[in-house]
């Protein structure tokens, strides 16, 4: 059977007009004159329109743009900022609608009790709750009619009340500033601005109500925004005009201590009783229809425990699971008896709401995304004073129950997070992200040109022809990396097509390895089987790039006879300013038992302390800091000094130390000779590292190890690093 679609009169202009045109305007629209006065009550509802109405354009302006599903509020939302943000409103707001309907329940009943006060309330809720239920589940098509019923007998009452305007001594000498008297409830103690506005305001809080139809309109796209904006226009020239109406029938008094005005002075008192009445059972009805839908979306993205079966559709169309779980719900809502506890939480859920549908618009527009292309375009300002406004309303109406509302809606992101939810769709958080970069990266240029050596990290580039590259250096990267650095891999495309594979296949595994510790990381593969060629390109291709790796990373095998390579790769990274970090291993030792580093410091200058420079051994060192954090291990520092000008006193040795900031347990001992004799007696280690000195060859590197048995690290500064900041 085909799904019945709605079209903008019927699935939005009129249960958003219902919604708005509801109970308060009734019954405390005039208390809001008689204590504000003309020109109070006017502020107070332009000042609330003003955020519902922001919000309306902003909600129209994203619907133009995109393929709105079902959920309205809550697809906008995910396909913008993601399933996690869109899931962590979508389920309080989903609530919130539900309870919501208990609350006209609630409103109902008192007006009903008004006509027969004799009636048990709990079986009127109940029997008002049996009768909301059974027109939604008869059909949502069969709903709309009940609402065109109540939306004449909403207009009738209307006319009623502009009625008195012919039936009563008009009062022309307004009070044009109120003196905030307060009302029954606090025996007339007093009011202010903001105290009557947070009574007010709920009554234009039904913006979303045509939109939560959104998976069940012919075309969303053209009817939202038509419904949506044409019914928040009328319903505010009907508010505004019954400020005038309520300041001309009655005295400020009369209108601050009788909240029944407008049925007591109207042509007609029981059409309006009616109305009244009417209005409070389509706001249940809207809220009951709609509140399914975004339950009905929440499961189709898998956001819910049984989501399959909250997204199943009846033969007609109908979410029947999700009505069923909101009747729940509903009548849990019947049994507290009284909402006055929670109903300032549900308000500030529908602010809430209202706020990232805002900052969803913002976000777009600020992107400025080529996929942004809204048919209704709106000022930046719009979205900007339609969140601005709903944060602050909120806290303007109970600072409390404000971050208690906060905290519930990070309590569900921290917990969608968790679950790790994916979207099929995609959305535009990654698009915020590269701006946020873009915006980092202008603001940088704009402070200093130059790399700032105290914001150094490891940022690697490592060329790859070979599996066996990766996998024995694969512990050390994760430790000179790991937390904040980075690694590129430039893997070689092979000649053979079977290692080729096998070499694609390695790197995606590798990739995910070093993710699992949110490293990270990112492989291409170059269409190049020269070695020298392929990485001395690359190099200079990232110069032009902010986000440039700094040190190329080679690990070498030290059967290997092409070192002629690696020579040349030492040449190469001087001549673009990159450092070098060179990784042979010993075959059987590998990195050992990772706890201990030699650390070999050679060619110190002679005003080292003074120059705060320590010339070739920056990269050196700050390697060895870092392996030593991620080991929790420690240290030895072998200085290695030849130059007879150059004395080191244990002062000296201290400030080193100091100056480094070397962990406590480090060691460091002056050493004279040849490196590779001294290097000999020390073989109480798990891995040596080294600065390239000038006319060191791989080859030597290679000796050193062999002779010494131990892996080791050969590092050749950048120019950009200095251990000593």
Known sequence: MTKKTFGTFAGVFTPTTLTILGVIMYIRQPWVVGNAGVLGALGIVLLSVAIT????????????????????????????????????????????????????????????QTIMPG???????????ILVMGIAFVSTSFA??????????????????YGALFTNDLNFNFEWFGKFPGSVENNFSGSSFWSVFAVFFPAVTGVMAGANMSGDLTNPRKSIPLGTLSSVIITTLIYVSLVFVAALIASPDELAKNYNVFIDKSLFGPIVLAGLLGATLSSALGSFVGAPRILLALGEKNILPKSPMLAQLSKRGEPVNAMLITSIIVLFGISLRN?????????????????????????????????????????????????LGSIAIMFV???????????????FYLYLVK??????????????FTALAEWATKKTNSLRQEREVRSWRPDLLMPVTLPKELRSSFKLIHSIIYPKGSIKILALRHENEVEQKNLE???????????????????????NTDFNTTVNVSMQSLNAAFFKPNNIFASIDPATSNLAYYDKLLFDTKKNNFGLIIYIPFSTASLAIEKSINLWMTNLPVNWKETFNVSNNDLSTLLALLICRNWKGTIDVHLLNNDPQLEFSADDVEDLKTMIRFPKRTSISVKKGDLLENVNKERNTDVNIFSIDPGMSVADMVTIVNQSRI??????????????V
């Open 505 to 527: 296949n390695f790197l995606k595994n590798a990739v995910e390895k070093f993710k699992e510790s949110e490293l990270s990381v990112s492989y291409t593969i170059i269409d």
């Open 53 to 112: 109405f922001t919000t309306a354009l902003s909600l129209s302006s994203i619907t133009t743009n995109v393929r709105i599903g079902s959920g309205g509020a809550f697809s906008l939302i995910s396909q913008s900022l993601g399933l996690e943000i869109g899931g962590a409103i979508g389920i309080p707001f989903y609530f919130a609608q539900s309870i919501a309907v208990s609350m006209y329940i609630f409103g109902f009943r008192e007006g009903w």
């Open 397 to 411: 109406m109970n600072v409390i129950v404000a971050l208690f509302s906060l905290s519930f809606i990070i309590v």
């Open 711 to 724: 892996s080791a690290v050969f590092c050749s500064d950048s120019g950009f690093e200095n251990v000593l």
């Open 419 to 432: 679950m790790n939810i994916k979207s099929a769709a995609g959305d535009s958080r990654s698009g915020l």
């Open 339 to 387: 909402l006055n506890t929670i109903a300032p939480i549900l308000t500030m859920f529908f602010m809430i709401t209202y706020a990232m549908v805002n900052i969803v618009a913002l976000v777009e527009q600020t992107l400025g995304l080529p996929s942004y292309r809204p048919t209704l375009k709106v000022p930046t300002i719009i979205p900007a004073v339609g969140t």
């Open 119 to 129: 009636v048990d309330p709990f079986i009127l809720d109940i029997g008002i709750f």
């Open 144 to 161: 709309f009619k009940i609402q065109y019923i109540i939306l004449g007998i909403i207009l009738l009452s209307l006319g009623s009340i």
